[in-house]
């Protein structure tokens, strides 16, 4: 789609993290969607970065960088010469954060910094992608749901430090006029995410022959989008956000755990009861849910994947047909959590 005049035309752009799962999708996005933009991937590739993520993509389209975002002599090198950074990388696990915060506080906080300095210095315009985590939780019998004026709450080593990064963003806009827009997104799913994450534990334990895990009583909400949907915003926010704004991003598609898990057990033709009961995760947020209003109402974004049932038996499909991707991740991760109880 050619863009409209007054918009934001980037040609040349990098994504951090984007041999991660959300930072994936959204670069096949760009590239499917977006003709006319060169990919940088800068990704440091750790536990969570895979580069079959980005199998698929023509060399034309995108260049890897294998480098940390903390490394402000490689951003230097990198940096010039792009228009946009959108900033996905992180230590993305609440659980993790739980067992070990510092590589959070490293990557989450000293990263967003480096990045933010290094687009002061070549004048680069800055998409950060952050969570709907940093406004804490909401209890499960309140009708309101998080707009972008809700106050920063956040509960977790994890959603602290995605809260620290998202202030840094607001000083560096108002301090030195760093051209830069936020998204709190609520929990993606879809193809390609860590076997470590909610969906895809489950979906690929039934697939090993292991119970499902349930943390504490199941009945704690997410809000449910497509990361496909994620991605769109991303890019209207990019080309077409007002400069300064936070976005907030959701598909008004709140759900248990419980009610999850059992949809997930009855697609893939198991007895409903058939999981395990676990130790809670320590101060576990009860419930999130955006109002996506401003979003819908500023840039006209409207979710495509609105059918959950439709896009849950698209997600297990995937990870039916790609167990090559997740097998050797899925024996590391399950030895972690069995460590933690969980
Ligand atoms: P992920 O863990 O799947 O991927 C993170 C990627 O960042 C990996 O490729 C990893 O190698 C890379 N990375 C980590 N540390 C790095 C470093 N120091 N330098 C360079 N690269 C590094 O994460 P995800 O679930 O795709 O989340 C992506 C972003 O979206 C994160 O910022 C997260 O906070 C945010 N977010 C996630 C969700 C969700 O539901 N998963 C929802 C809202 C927002
Ligand atoms: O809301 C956005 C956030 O969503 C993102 O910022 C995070 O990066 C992303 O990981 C996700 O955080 P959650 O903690 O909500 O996602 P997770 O997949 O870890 O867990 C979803 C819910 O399922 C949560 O209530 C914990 C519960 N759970 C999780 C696992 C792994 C279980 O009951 N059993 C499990 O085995």
């Known amino acids: 789609m050619a863009a409209q005049q007054g918009e934001f035309a980037p040609t040349s752009i990098i994504v951090t993290g984007g041999a991660g799962f959300i930072g994936s999708n959204f670069v096949h996005w760009v590239v499917e969607n977006q003709p006319g933009v060169h990919v940088t991937v800068l990704d440091a590739l750790t536990y969570a970065g895979n580069m079959a993520n980005l199998d698929g993509i023509p060399a034309d389209r995108m260049t890897f960088v294998h480098g940390d975002i903390c490394d402000a002599e490689l951003l230097d090198r990198v940096v010039p010469g792009h228009d946009a950074i959108i900033h996905f990388a992180a230590e993305s696990h609440n659980d993790n954060s739980i067992a070990d915060p510092a590589p959070f506080v490293r990557t989450n906080v000293e990263g967003t910094f480096q990045l933010l300095e290094a687009c002061r210095r070549y004048d680069v315009r800055f998409h950060h992608i952050s969570t709907d985590e940093v406004y804490g939780d909401l209890a499960l019998d309140d009708p309101a749901r998080f707009t972008e004026s809700t106050p920063y709450h956040p509960s977790s080593p994890y959603s602290s430090t995605k809260a620290s990064s998202d202030m840094l963003v607001r000083a560096w806009v108002r301090t030195y006029g760093l051209r830069a827009t936020i998204s709190n997104c609520s ?59 936070t976005y907030l991003i959701g598909a008004y598609g709140e759900r248990s755990n419980i009610d999850v898990l059992r949809a997930i057990l009855q697609r893939m033709g198991k007895d409903p009861d058939d999981f395990d009961w676990v130790r809670d995760r320590p101060g576990h947020d009860r419930r999130y849910a955006i109002d996506p209003s401003k979003l819908m109402r500023e840039l006209g974004w409207r979710p495509v994947h609105t059918d959950f049932s439709e896009g849950l038996d698209a997600t297990i499909a995937w990870y039916r047909d790609n167990e090559g991707w997740w097998r050797g991740a899925k024996r590391a991760t399950e030895e972690r959590y069995a460590r933690q109880g969980q």
């Open 187 to 245: 929990n993606n799913y879809g193809p390609r995410q860590h076997v470590e994450k909610f969906i895809p534990r489950q979906i690929t334990n039934i697939l090993c022959g292991i119970r499902p895990k349930l943390y504490g009583d199941g009945r704690n909400v997410r809000d449910w989008i497509h990361t496909e949907d994620h991605s769109r915003a991303v890019w209207d926010i990019l080309t077409r956000g007002r400069i300064g704004e």
